[in-house]
Nanobody, 119 residues
């Protein structure tokens, strides 16, 4: 069993920065990919960014150039550096780990951390 715990959310003014962390614990953990998603009130959860086991990254157009995903494998922790924050970035941010074992794919989610950007 894998547990993911996000932290680092909070209230920030537009133009400010926050760094989110996602710490993994539990069973031997070697995810094939990890990702950040976010969900605003009344909206569907949306993908933000992904980092694969080889370090490749992808970003949603809405955050490209402002957000940076990274991971520290030694600490089993993933990060999301968010700069130039905008009010529309306000959401609950969730981390996800994808583990592929043979033909089976397992998704693990954290509980989320609130990010609020004031104008």
């Amino acid at each position: 069993q894998v547990q993911l715990v996000e932290s680092g959310g909070g209230l920030v003014q537009a133009g400010g920065s926050l760094r989110l962390s996602c710490a993994a614990s539990g069973s031997i953990f070697s995810p094939n990919a990890m990702a950040w998603y976010r969900q605003s009130p009344g909206k569907q959860r949306e993908w933000v960014t992904t980092i694969t086991s080889d370090g490749s990254t992808n970003y949603a157009d809405s955050v490209k150039g402002r957000f940076t995903i990274s991971r520290d494998n030694a600490k089993n922790t993933m990060y999301l550096q968010m700069n130039s924050l905008r009010p529309e970035d306000t959401a609950v941010y969730y981390c996800k780990a994808v583990v592929v074992t043979g033909l089976r794919v397992y998704d693990y989610w954290g509980q989320g951390t609130q990010v609020t950007v004031s104008s």
